[in-house]
């Protein structure tokens, strides 16, 4: 993932904040070289973006609701769903 170019960074993320709840209100917390961009695509939000998390990605905090977005995370949620299929996959 360092080795993304921003403008690569940039589309993933594009599509990671598609996801989230229209009129969010509430702080980012971002890595940094994610918290820049963030900063220009929820700009019709009421999100404040901070830096400061220790990884890529980006961390939602609004309406009591924590929106894990980091992408070690993402990965770790990947693999929990790709491992059952392969396993299925080279035991049957």
């Known amino acids: 993932l360092s080795q993304l170019s921003d403008g690569e960074l940039k589309k993933i993320l594009t599509k990671l904040v598609r996801t989230l709840p229209r009129g969010l209100e509430g702080k980012v917390r971002a890595g940094k070289r994610t918290a ?4 220009h695509l929820l700009t019709d939000s009421r999100i ?31 693999r929990e769903r790709t491992d059952p299929v392969i396993l299925a996959t080279l035991f049957s």
Do not use: M, R, T
């Open 36 to 39: 820049p961009l963030l900063k």
């Open 48 to 78: 404040a973006v901070h830096d400061g998390l220790p990884e890529e990605g980006f961390l939602v905090l609004a309406l009591g609701v924590e929106i894990d977005l980091c992408f070690s995370q993402l990965l770790n949620q990947n």
